[in-house]
T-cell receptor, first 116, second 115 residues
Framework: DQQVKQNSPSLSVQEGRISILNCDYT??????FLWYKKYPAEGPTFLIS?????DKNEDGRFTVFLNKSAKHLSLHIVPSQPGDSAVYFC???????????????FGKGTLLTVNP | DGGITQSPKYLFRKEGQNVTLSCEQN?????MYWYRQDPGQGLRLIYY???????QKGDIAEGYSVSREKKESFPLTVTSAQKNPTAFYLC??????????????FGPGTRLLVL
């Protein structure tokens, strides 16, 4: 059962336009959400995060929106640049079924290609 | 420079052989993690450790073993019981285990291939 879903395996946008990457989750116990960026053959790097008590967090060109009622979050990149081309993973944090430990649950990722 | 190092970058395993992947961090982080990534898949948690001399199974622990004898080191052994070990293995660490704001920092990964 996939608790974090990224339904678009890939996305292609033109340089300068907006990139919107989507993520859905099913576990209502998730209370913190993160986006990671990954280049091929490298480890993911943290990009931006949002707590469940907020609906928006902005950092430069990157904005994450959270819609708790829809269990949906999105990452907006404006303007998109060729260097943004990478796989983007959505991740969620919350207590597991056993009790008090937090761990991250990742989606399958979306490959973003920004064309010059 | 603080960070997470993983070695080797590529590792080849023969049938029936155990291999150990190294992960070292000098970030003074308490928690460390091992993930596996397969093509077109997300990161799946193998094992994690919140403190020295303690670790817990993740979602896909079968065929793997770990140890946490030092805060800065969390080696992963892929045993012969792991029938499909070919994957990209990622080690991560975080400052405070058990808190919601658990930003994890990742190493560069080790690609394991079966001969």
């Amino acid at each position: 059962d996939q608790q974090v879903k990224q339904n678009s395996p890939s996305l292609s946008v033109q340089e300068g336009r907006i990139s919107i990457l989507n993520c859905d989750y099913t576990n209502s116990m998730f209370d913190y959400f993160l986006w990671y960026k990954k280049y091929p053959a490298e480890g993911p790097t943290f990009l931006i995060s949002i707590s469940s008590i907020k609906d928006k967090n902005e950092d430069g060109r990157f904005t994450v929106f959270l819609n708790k009622s829809a269990k949906h979050l999105s990452l907006h990149i404006v303007p998109s640049q060729p260097g943004d081309s990478a796989v983007y993973f959505c991740a969620a944090s919350g207590r597991n079924s056993g009790g008090s430990n937090y761990k991250l649950t990742f989606g399958k990722g979306t490959l973003l290609t920004v064309n010059p | 420079d603080g960070g997470i190092t993983q070695s080797p970058k590529y590792l080849f395993r023969k049938e029936g052989q155990n291999v150990t992947l190294s992960c070292e961090q000098n970030l003074n982080h308490d928690a460390m993690y091992w993930y596996r990534q397969d093509p077109g898949q997300g990161l799946r948690l193998i094992y994690y450790s919140q403190i020295v001399n303690d670790f817990q199974k993740g979602d896909i622990a079968e065929g793997y073993s770990v140890s946490r004898e030092k805060k800065e080191s969390f080696p992963l052994t892929v045993t012969s019981a792991q029938k499909n070990p070919t994957a990209f293995y990622l080690c991560a660490s975080s400052i405070f285990p058990g808190f919601a704001q658990e930003t994890q920092y990742f190493g560069p990964g080790t690609r394991l291939l079966v001969l």
